[in-house]
Nanobody, 128 residues
């Protein structure tokens, strides 16, 4: 079984920063999984934010967050991070992490349907 637990969300002002964490409990070594971050507002589909492939060598970002967000991982801690800088009101959403065993292709990792395992989400609110 795979369990994912996000944390680090909160209420911030435009221009501020947050770092989200996702701790994973995985049936295979954590380094075998690609990890993705998605976000969702009420009534909307989940939008791709960022991903890191199973090797950790390749990262991918949605156009709206390029240059502002950074995804990384700490294999020893079974944790993936999303560093969010220069936050904007448009970034307000529930942020979810997701796991994909063996994922490495950007065309797959940007798609919600690629991921089998999802966390419960953490709320990020950016407001002046």
């Amino acid at each position: 079984q795979v369990r994912l637990e996000e944390s680090g969300g909160g209420l911030v002002h435009p221009g501020d920063s947050l770092r989200l964490s996702c701790v994973a409990s995985t049936v295979r070594p954590f380094s075998h999984y690609a990890m993705g971050w998605f976000r969702q507002t009420p009534g909307e589909e989940r939008d791709f934010v960022a991903a890191i492939d199973w090797s950790g060598a390749n990262t991918f970002y949605g156009n709206s967050v390029k240059g502002r967000f950074t995804v990384s991982r700490d294999v020893a801690k079974n944790t993936v991070y999303l560093q969010m800088d220069n936050l904007k009101p448009e970034d307000t959403a529930v942020y979810f992490c997701a796991a994909d065993l063996g994922g490495s292709y950007v065309n797959d990792l940007i798609r919600e349907r690629t991921y089998k395992d999802w966390g419960q989400g953490t709320q990020v609110t950016v407001s002046s």
